[in-house]
């Protein structure tokens, strides 16, 4: 039998980022049959995004063969609430204060069932089903964007804790004296410095700081984004690695931390910021051997997501989507 044969043959993935939001139509061997963004900012209220949302996908939807092709959809966003099927004060999305009943909205629109859970731990289920994660039972994902996410499995489970919102990593506190401030109301925040905004502030410090030349003063300090960072350090620039290094000590710090307390076999990395390759990952794994405890040392692996783009993201949420159908 193939998949037109079967009365419902897809699901819905929804990968939405602080920057954008990417939609899949996914089947039941994980391939994406067709795909659609808009951007997740710009919008007033919930009510204007999900209608934006819902234009953009009635045209792919109509692609595989209409609504009633489509089994249910998942949605991976920022504070989701696995178990309610809500958005919780997310920081980086302007419509996104408050309790956001998000599930439902898609829900009533489309007439499917909709599931959500932390846009984090979707990338962690679409990296176990599909990335480099395969047989993996204790691993910790980290989504390096316009905020800093994680999904932790353990024991081949994603960790959800009693109210949905275990495994908020970004938002572990890094500097307690004269932190950054945090989207999420608080200062010094691991996301503050080592999402890719993060690594954008820190060039600006250290060009207003230092005198050190660099490719970067040639630009707007207020337009330099981490991309900008990352192609003056591949051409050698030495303030440019600087910033990859504090950068990645950082992150190899608060990965040592981690270990601690659920000992992963691998740290699994994700987001633009990893394009840098071994400019961000060789300082993440020198500051993690030094500052872990000696009983872990030489036992994990740091691995850049063998998934394209938002393709971890897309092809968890969908999993989501075929779960919730199932029940």
């Not at 909205?105 to 990296?127: R, S």
């Not at 601690?260 to 961000?280: D, Q, R, T, W, Y």
Request: aromatic share 8%.
């Amino acid at each position: 039998m193939n998949e037109l044969s079967i009365p419902k043959p897809y699901v819905i993935g929804l990968d939405l980022g602080g920057t954008n939001s990417v939609f899949g139509i996914v089947d039941s061997r994980g391939e994406i049959k067709a795909t659609t963004a808009i951007k997740t900012q710009g919008f007033a209220t919930a009510e204007e995004y999900v209608d934006a949302a819902i234009e953009a996908l009635q045209v792919i939807i109509e692609q595989v063969g209409g609504i009633e092709k489509i089994k249910a959809m998942g949605i991976g966003a920022p504070n989701a609430n696995f178990y309610k099927g809500t958005i919780e004060h997310a920081a980086n999305i302007n419509w996104g204060k408050g309790i956001i009943p998000l599930a439902k909205m898609f829900g009533d629109k489309l007439g499917v069932p909709v599931a959500m859970t932390n846009d984090a731990n979707a990338a962690a289920i679409g990296e176990m089903t599909y990335g480099v994660a395969r047989g993996m039972k204790n691993f910790i994902m980290i989504t390096l964007g316009t905020g800093v996410g994680s999904g932790i499995v353990v024991n081949g489970q994603l960790v959800y804790g009693h109210d949905g919102f275990a495994g908020e990593l970004g938002h572990i506190i890094m500097r307690r004296d004269d932190g950054r401030p945090c989207g999420c109301g608080r200062t010094g925040c691991l996301e503050t410095y080592c999402s890719a905004t993060g690594v954008a502030r820190t060039a600006r410090e250290l060009l207003a700081t230092t005198g050190k030349q660099s490719l970067l003063r040639d630009m707007d300090p207020d337009k330099i984004t981490s991309l900008d960072v990352s192609i003056a350090a591949s051409k050698g620039d030495e303030l440019a690695n600087d910033i990859f290094r504090f950068t990645g000590k950082m992150l190899g710090e608060a990965c040592a931390d981690f270990t601690v307390f659920s000992s992963p076999e691998a740290f699994i990395f994700f987001g633009g910021l990893v394009k840098a390759g071994s400019l961000i990952m060789n300082p993440i794994r020198e500051a993690y051997e030094e500052s872990v405890m000696p009983v872990f040392r030489g036992k994990v692996q740091f691995l850049i997501s063998g998934l394209d783009g938002a393709s971890a993201a897309v092809l968890g949420a969908s999993a989501i989507g075929w779960d919730i159908s199932a029940t």
